[in-house]
């Protein structure tokens, strides 16, 4: 393995790690910052960096389309492109292939598609293809190419779909070039049927991988069957590697994958949120664009240390309703800023042991419910 | 006199000089970057701090129609509101209820307009209720009303408006509480006719302001009518109190203005170019859109220490393409860096009487072409 992984201690379910890669350590649980473009929109990477945000993810599909592989090659890798000097995780361009563009045809050498970005030219992407690209990008850690069913799906088409993905992960860890501090993770799919999420998950650990991502969640499925798939999965991953939830998740989401075994989350939410005028709290989130933050004085948030917190609510509403770049950029880093305090309070209290109690605290107050039995 | 200056050393007609506000000092010649709304577009307020910026403008007439003076006035003035602590000049909103409003009557009383931003209801500003605003701003500098023609105007024209702009003047002066740190500036009017620049220029002299704007200019005239208004202008001004060239301009109009005396400019050029894919370098400027810089490794000017300046001018062409929002961050950013430098050069060659160099180095570098003569 080339991508070292620490488990420092556990709480229940709940692991609390340190991944090394090549481009610095993180901690773990992480919440990855997405960096769709080189860029996590609206912000410096240093704002993103003094959010305690530690890794963030690239998005394969759209480097691959704009500037290109080759590009961000010749600049150097993603690190030296946009500037983000830690680590950096990309994903394998199958989900946006299957969800921003035209796809033709999905065969077992690969995926065709169209996109309207360079005007419908065909492109064919291979699990060989995508792994290549991400080494273009130097990302630290490369993600297999999948197929990302939506639920709910029939059951003949889940069997077929993990039997597929089993050989592209295989292709993908034969295409992948190891080297130190770099790693190559497979993704466990299986939908929403325990025994073939068993299945995929005991292929890909038999292939080995320096990590492990339970994906073809959180896309669609009501939160007790994602919470089921995460607790039926996790047991059947090697301790000692670290392990992924793709494209989760809303605060609560995070906590309840935490519990059952995940190391790492990626999620456009605090980011796309930033851009929407919606601020995330301690006691829920808020729509900045109402017009009750007027006249407000009070910080978003006055348990928060961001740079949005040292301005008052009506200074955000006043930008949001002036359509103000600025709005967007100061909501951006707040939401970060507030995911992170969660990481942060979650990697604290499985330290501690804890966890149980910090979810249930962090709960009652986001949702101003009392929670009488967790 | 409420608001200091200190006049520190001359070089022919240019001038080095310090002006002592309640928020602090500014070191002139000074370049204030125009935050209209209570923010200089697409930038923190720490990323216009680092750009040397220390002295920013508030446009009155912006902030007026939101979110109103009262508003900011109860959210402890533009200061705290905004969150930027320096020294902070406001216009009167004159010139946008002339550019920007839908102008209905101007009379001797004051001005009546409507706006599209509140749909259309009558607003009738006089000189009294700009320096009020101006005052519930908190605003460091205030400048009178006045009425800013257009060139070429008939000489009729300009005389009614210099008389009219004079009493307005004297209303404003009245008006405006006088208050340790804080001081209140005319606004020489005339045209292009010197002789009515001459009288408007010693009737305000005659009132006693804090400082001295030349106003009605770079709205249409060619530079050298310009330079020759202010050369005009300038000797008929107190040597004892600052003077502003409103809404200038580009680094050659800067750089002739200081050289006939004046100390203060503002001007939307470097950060609306910033939003809009334009780079200002020593070299001249660069349209960062333009398909060559699409893998040029190097960066927009490698004698810039701005962040912007650690990317390549291939990563902010991949941003301006993808429109992402930090590219009109990091190149507003950088413009804003380029003209404190500008104004850093210009003060530092002031200082060691070396000006005329200075200037002569600069033109020559910016416009790749050698100055026989100067």
Same mark, same amino acid.
């Given at each position: =393995?080339?991508?070292?992984?620490?488990?420092?201690?556990?709480?229940?379910?709940?692991?609390?790690?340190?991944?090394?890669?090549?481009?610095?350590?993180?901690?773990?649980?992480? /919440? =990855?910052?997405?960096?769709?473009?080189?860029?996590?929109?609206?912000?410096?990477?240093?704002?993103?960096?003094?959010?305690?945000?530690?890794?963030?993810?690239?998005?394969?599909?759209?480097? =691959? +389309?704009?500037?290109?592989?080759?590009?961000?090659?010749?600049?150097?890798?993603?690190?030296?492109?946009?500037?983000?000097?830690?680590?950096?995780?990309?994903?394998?361009?199958?989900?946006?292939?299957?969800?921003?563009?035209?796809?033709?045809? +999905? %065969?077992? &050498?690969?995926?065709?598609?169209?996109?309207?970005?360079? #005007?419908?030219?065909?492109? /064919?992407?291979?699990?060989?293809?995508?792994?290549?690209?991400?080494?273009?990008?130097?990302?630290?850690?490369?993600?297999?190419?999948?197929?990302?069913?939506?639920?709910?799906?029939?059951?003949?088409?889940?069997?077929?779909?993990?039997?597929?993905?089993?050989?592209?992960?295989?292709?993908?860890?034969?295409?992948?070039?190891?080297?130190? #501090?770099?790693?190559?993770?497979?993704?466990?799919?299986?939908?929403?049927?325990?025994?073939?999420?068993?299945?995929?998950? %005991?292929?890909?650990?038999?292939?080995?991988?320096?990590?492990?991502?339970?994906?073809?969640?959180?896309?669609?499925?009501?939160?007790?069957? +994602?919470?089921?798939?995460?607790?039926?999965?996790?047991?059947?991953?090697?301790? !000692?590697?670290? %392990?992924?939830?793709?494209?989760?998740?809303?605060?609560?989401?995070?906590?309840?994958?935490? &519990?059952?075994?995940?190391?790492?989350?990626?999620?456009?939410?605090?980011?796309?949120?930033?851009?929407?005028?919606?601020?995330?709290?301690?006691?829920?989130? =808020?729509?900045?664009?109402?017009?009750?933050?007027?006249?407000?004085?009070?910080?978003? !948030?006055?348990?928060?240390?961001?740079?949005?917190?040292?301005?008052?609510?009506?200074?955000?509403?006043?930008?949001?309703?002036?359509? &103000?770049?600025? @709005?967007?950029?100061?909501?951006?880093?707040?939401?970060?800023?507030?995911?992170?305090?969660? +990481?942060? @309070?979650?990697?604290?209290?499985?330290?501690?042991?804890?966890?149980? &109690?910090?979810?249930?605290?962090?709960?009652?107050?986001?949702?101003?419910?009392?929670?009488?039995?967790?």
């Amino acid at each position: =393995m080339s991508l070292k992984f620490d488990l420092i201690a556990t709480d229940g379910g709940a692991r609390r790690g340190r991944v090394h890669t090549a481009h610095g350590d993180f901690e773990t649980p992480a /919440f =990855m910052a997405v960096g769709t473009a080189a860029t996590v929109k609206a912000l410096t990477m240093d704002q993103v960096a003094a959010t305690g945000t530690q890794v963030i993810l690239g998005n394969t599909y759209h480097l =691959m +389309m704009r500037p290109g592989g080759d590009l961000v090659e010749k600049m150097g890798g993603l690190h030296q492109f946009g500037g983000w000097t830690g680590p950096i995780l990309t994903d394998s361009g199958g989900f946006q292939v299957m969800s921003l563009s035209n796809l033709v045809k +999905m %065969r077992e &050498e690969g995926v065709e598609f169209t996109s309207h970005i360079d #005007g419908g030219i065909k492109h /064919f992407l291979r699990p060989e293809d995508s792994v290549h690209i991400q080494h273009q990008l130097d990302s630290n850690i490369t993600m297999v190419l999948d197929e990302c069913l939506h639920l709910p799906a029939p059951r003949d088409r889940v069997e077929k779909n993990v039997d597929m993905v089993t050989r592209w992960a295989r292709r993908s860890r034969d295409a992948f070039v190891d080297r130190p #501090g770099y790693g190559i993770f497979g993704i466990v799919q299986g939908a929403d049927q325990p025994d073939l999420r068993e299945k995929s998950a %005991r292929a890909l650990v038999d292939i080995g991988f320096d990590g492990y991502a339970v994906g073809g969640l959180a896309v669609g499925e009501p939160q007790d069957v +994602m919470f089921r798939m995460i607790a039926h999965t996790t047991p059947l991953l090697p301790m !000692d590697r670290p %392990r992924y939830l793709m494209g989760v998740g809303t605060p609560l989401d995070i906590l309840g994958a935490v &519990e059952r075994g995940i190391d790492m989350f990626d999620c456009v939410m605090p980011t796309r949120a930033g851009r929407t005028a919606q601020a995330f709290t301690r006691h829920g989130t =808020m729509n900045m664009r109402n017009a009750r933050f007027r006249d407000d004085a009070s910080p978003i !948030d006055d348990g928060c240390g961001c740079p949005a917190c040292k301005l008052s609510r009506a200074y955000i509403h006043h930008l949001i309703k002036c359509n &103000e770049i600025l @709005g967007a950029t100061l909501l951006t880093q707040h939401n970060l800023w507030f995911y992170q305090d969660l +990481m942060r @309070g979650i990697r604290g209290a499985i330290e501690q042991g804890r966890f149980a &109690e910090f979810k249930k605290e962090f709960i009652e107050n986001y949702t101003n419910k009392k929670i009488d039995n967790d």
